[in-house]
Nanobody
Framework: QVHYVESGGGLVQPGGSLSLSCAAS????????MSWYRQAPGKERELVAT????????NYADSVKGRFTISRDNAKNTLYLQMNSLKPEDTAVYYC??????????WGQGTQVTVSS
């Protein structure tokens, strides 16, 4: 069954960096577009970044463009998000997901990112 395990979150000061990882299983990872989402307290989950199946194309929310980089390693079934120049407003739980994984209601536990001095 589809499963996601996000890791790499933590507490970081404004201007700092974090690298998130997502180990995916239960589907053909290399054939799927993958995305990172985040959800801050009291807000709906929002799309942060998306990458094509081969990694040749990506797009980002305006709020993170120029600071975050999405990437993937299809041999390892792993998705990454490099986050630089972090701001307090980036504080959220970050999730990964294949939008077309066939399990629209399923999300992993996510990883908490807290940006604070």
């Amino acid at each position: 069954q589809v499963h996601y395990v996000e890791s790499g979150g933590g507490l970081v000061q404004p201007g700092g960096s974090l690298s998130l990882s997502c180990a995916a299983s239960g589907f053909t990872f290399r054939s799927h577009v993958m995305s990172w989402y985040r959800q801050a307290p009291g807000k709906e989950r929002e799309l942060v970044a998306t990458i094509s199946s081969l990694g040749g194309r990506s797009n980002y929310a305006d709020s993170v463009k120029g600071r975050f980089t999405i990437s993937r390693d299809n041999a390892k079934n792993t998705l990454y998000l490099q986050m630089n120049s972090l701001k307090p407003e980036d504080t959220a739980v970050y999730y990964c997901k294949a939008p077309a994984d066939g399990n629209v209601g399923y999300w992993g536990q996510g990883t908490q990112v807290t940006v604070s001095s």
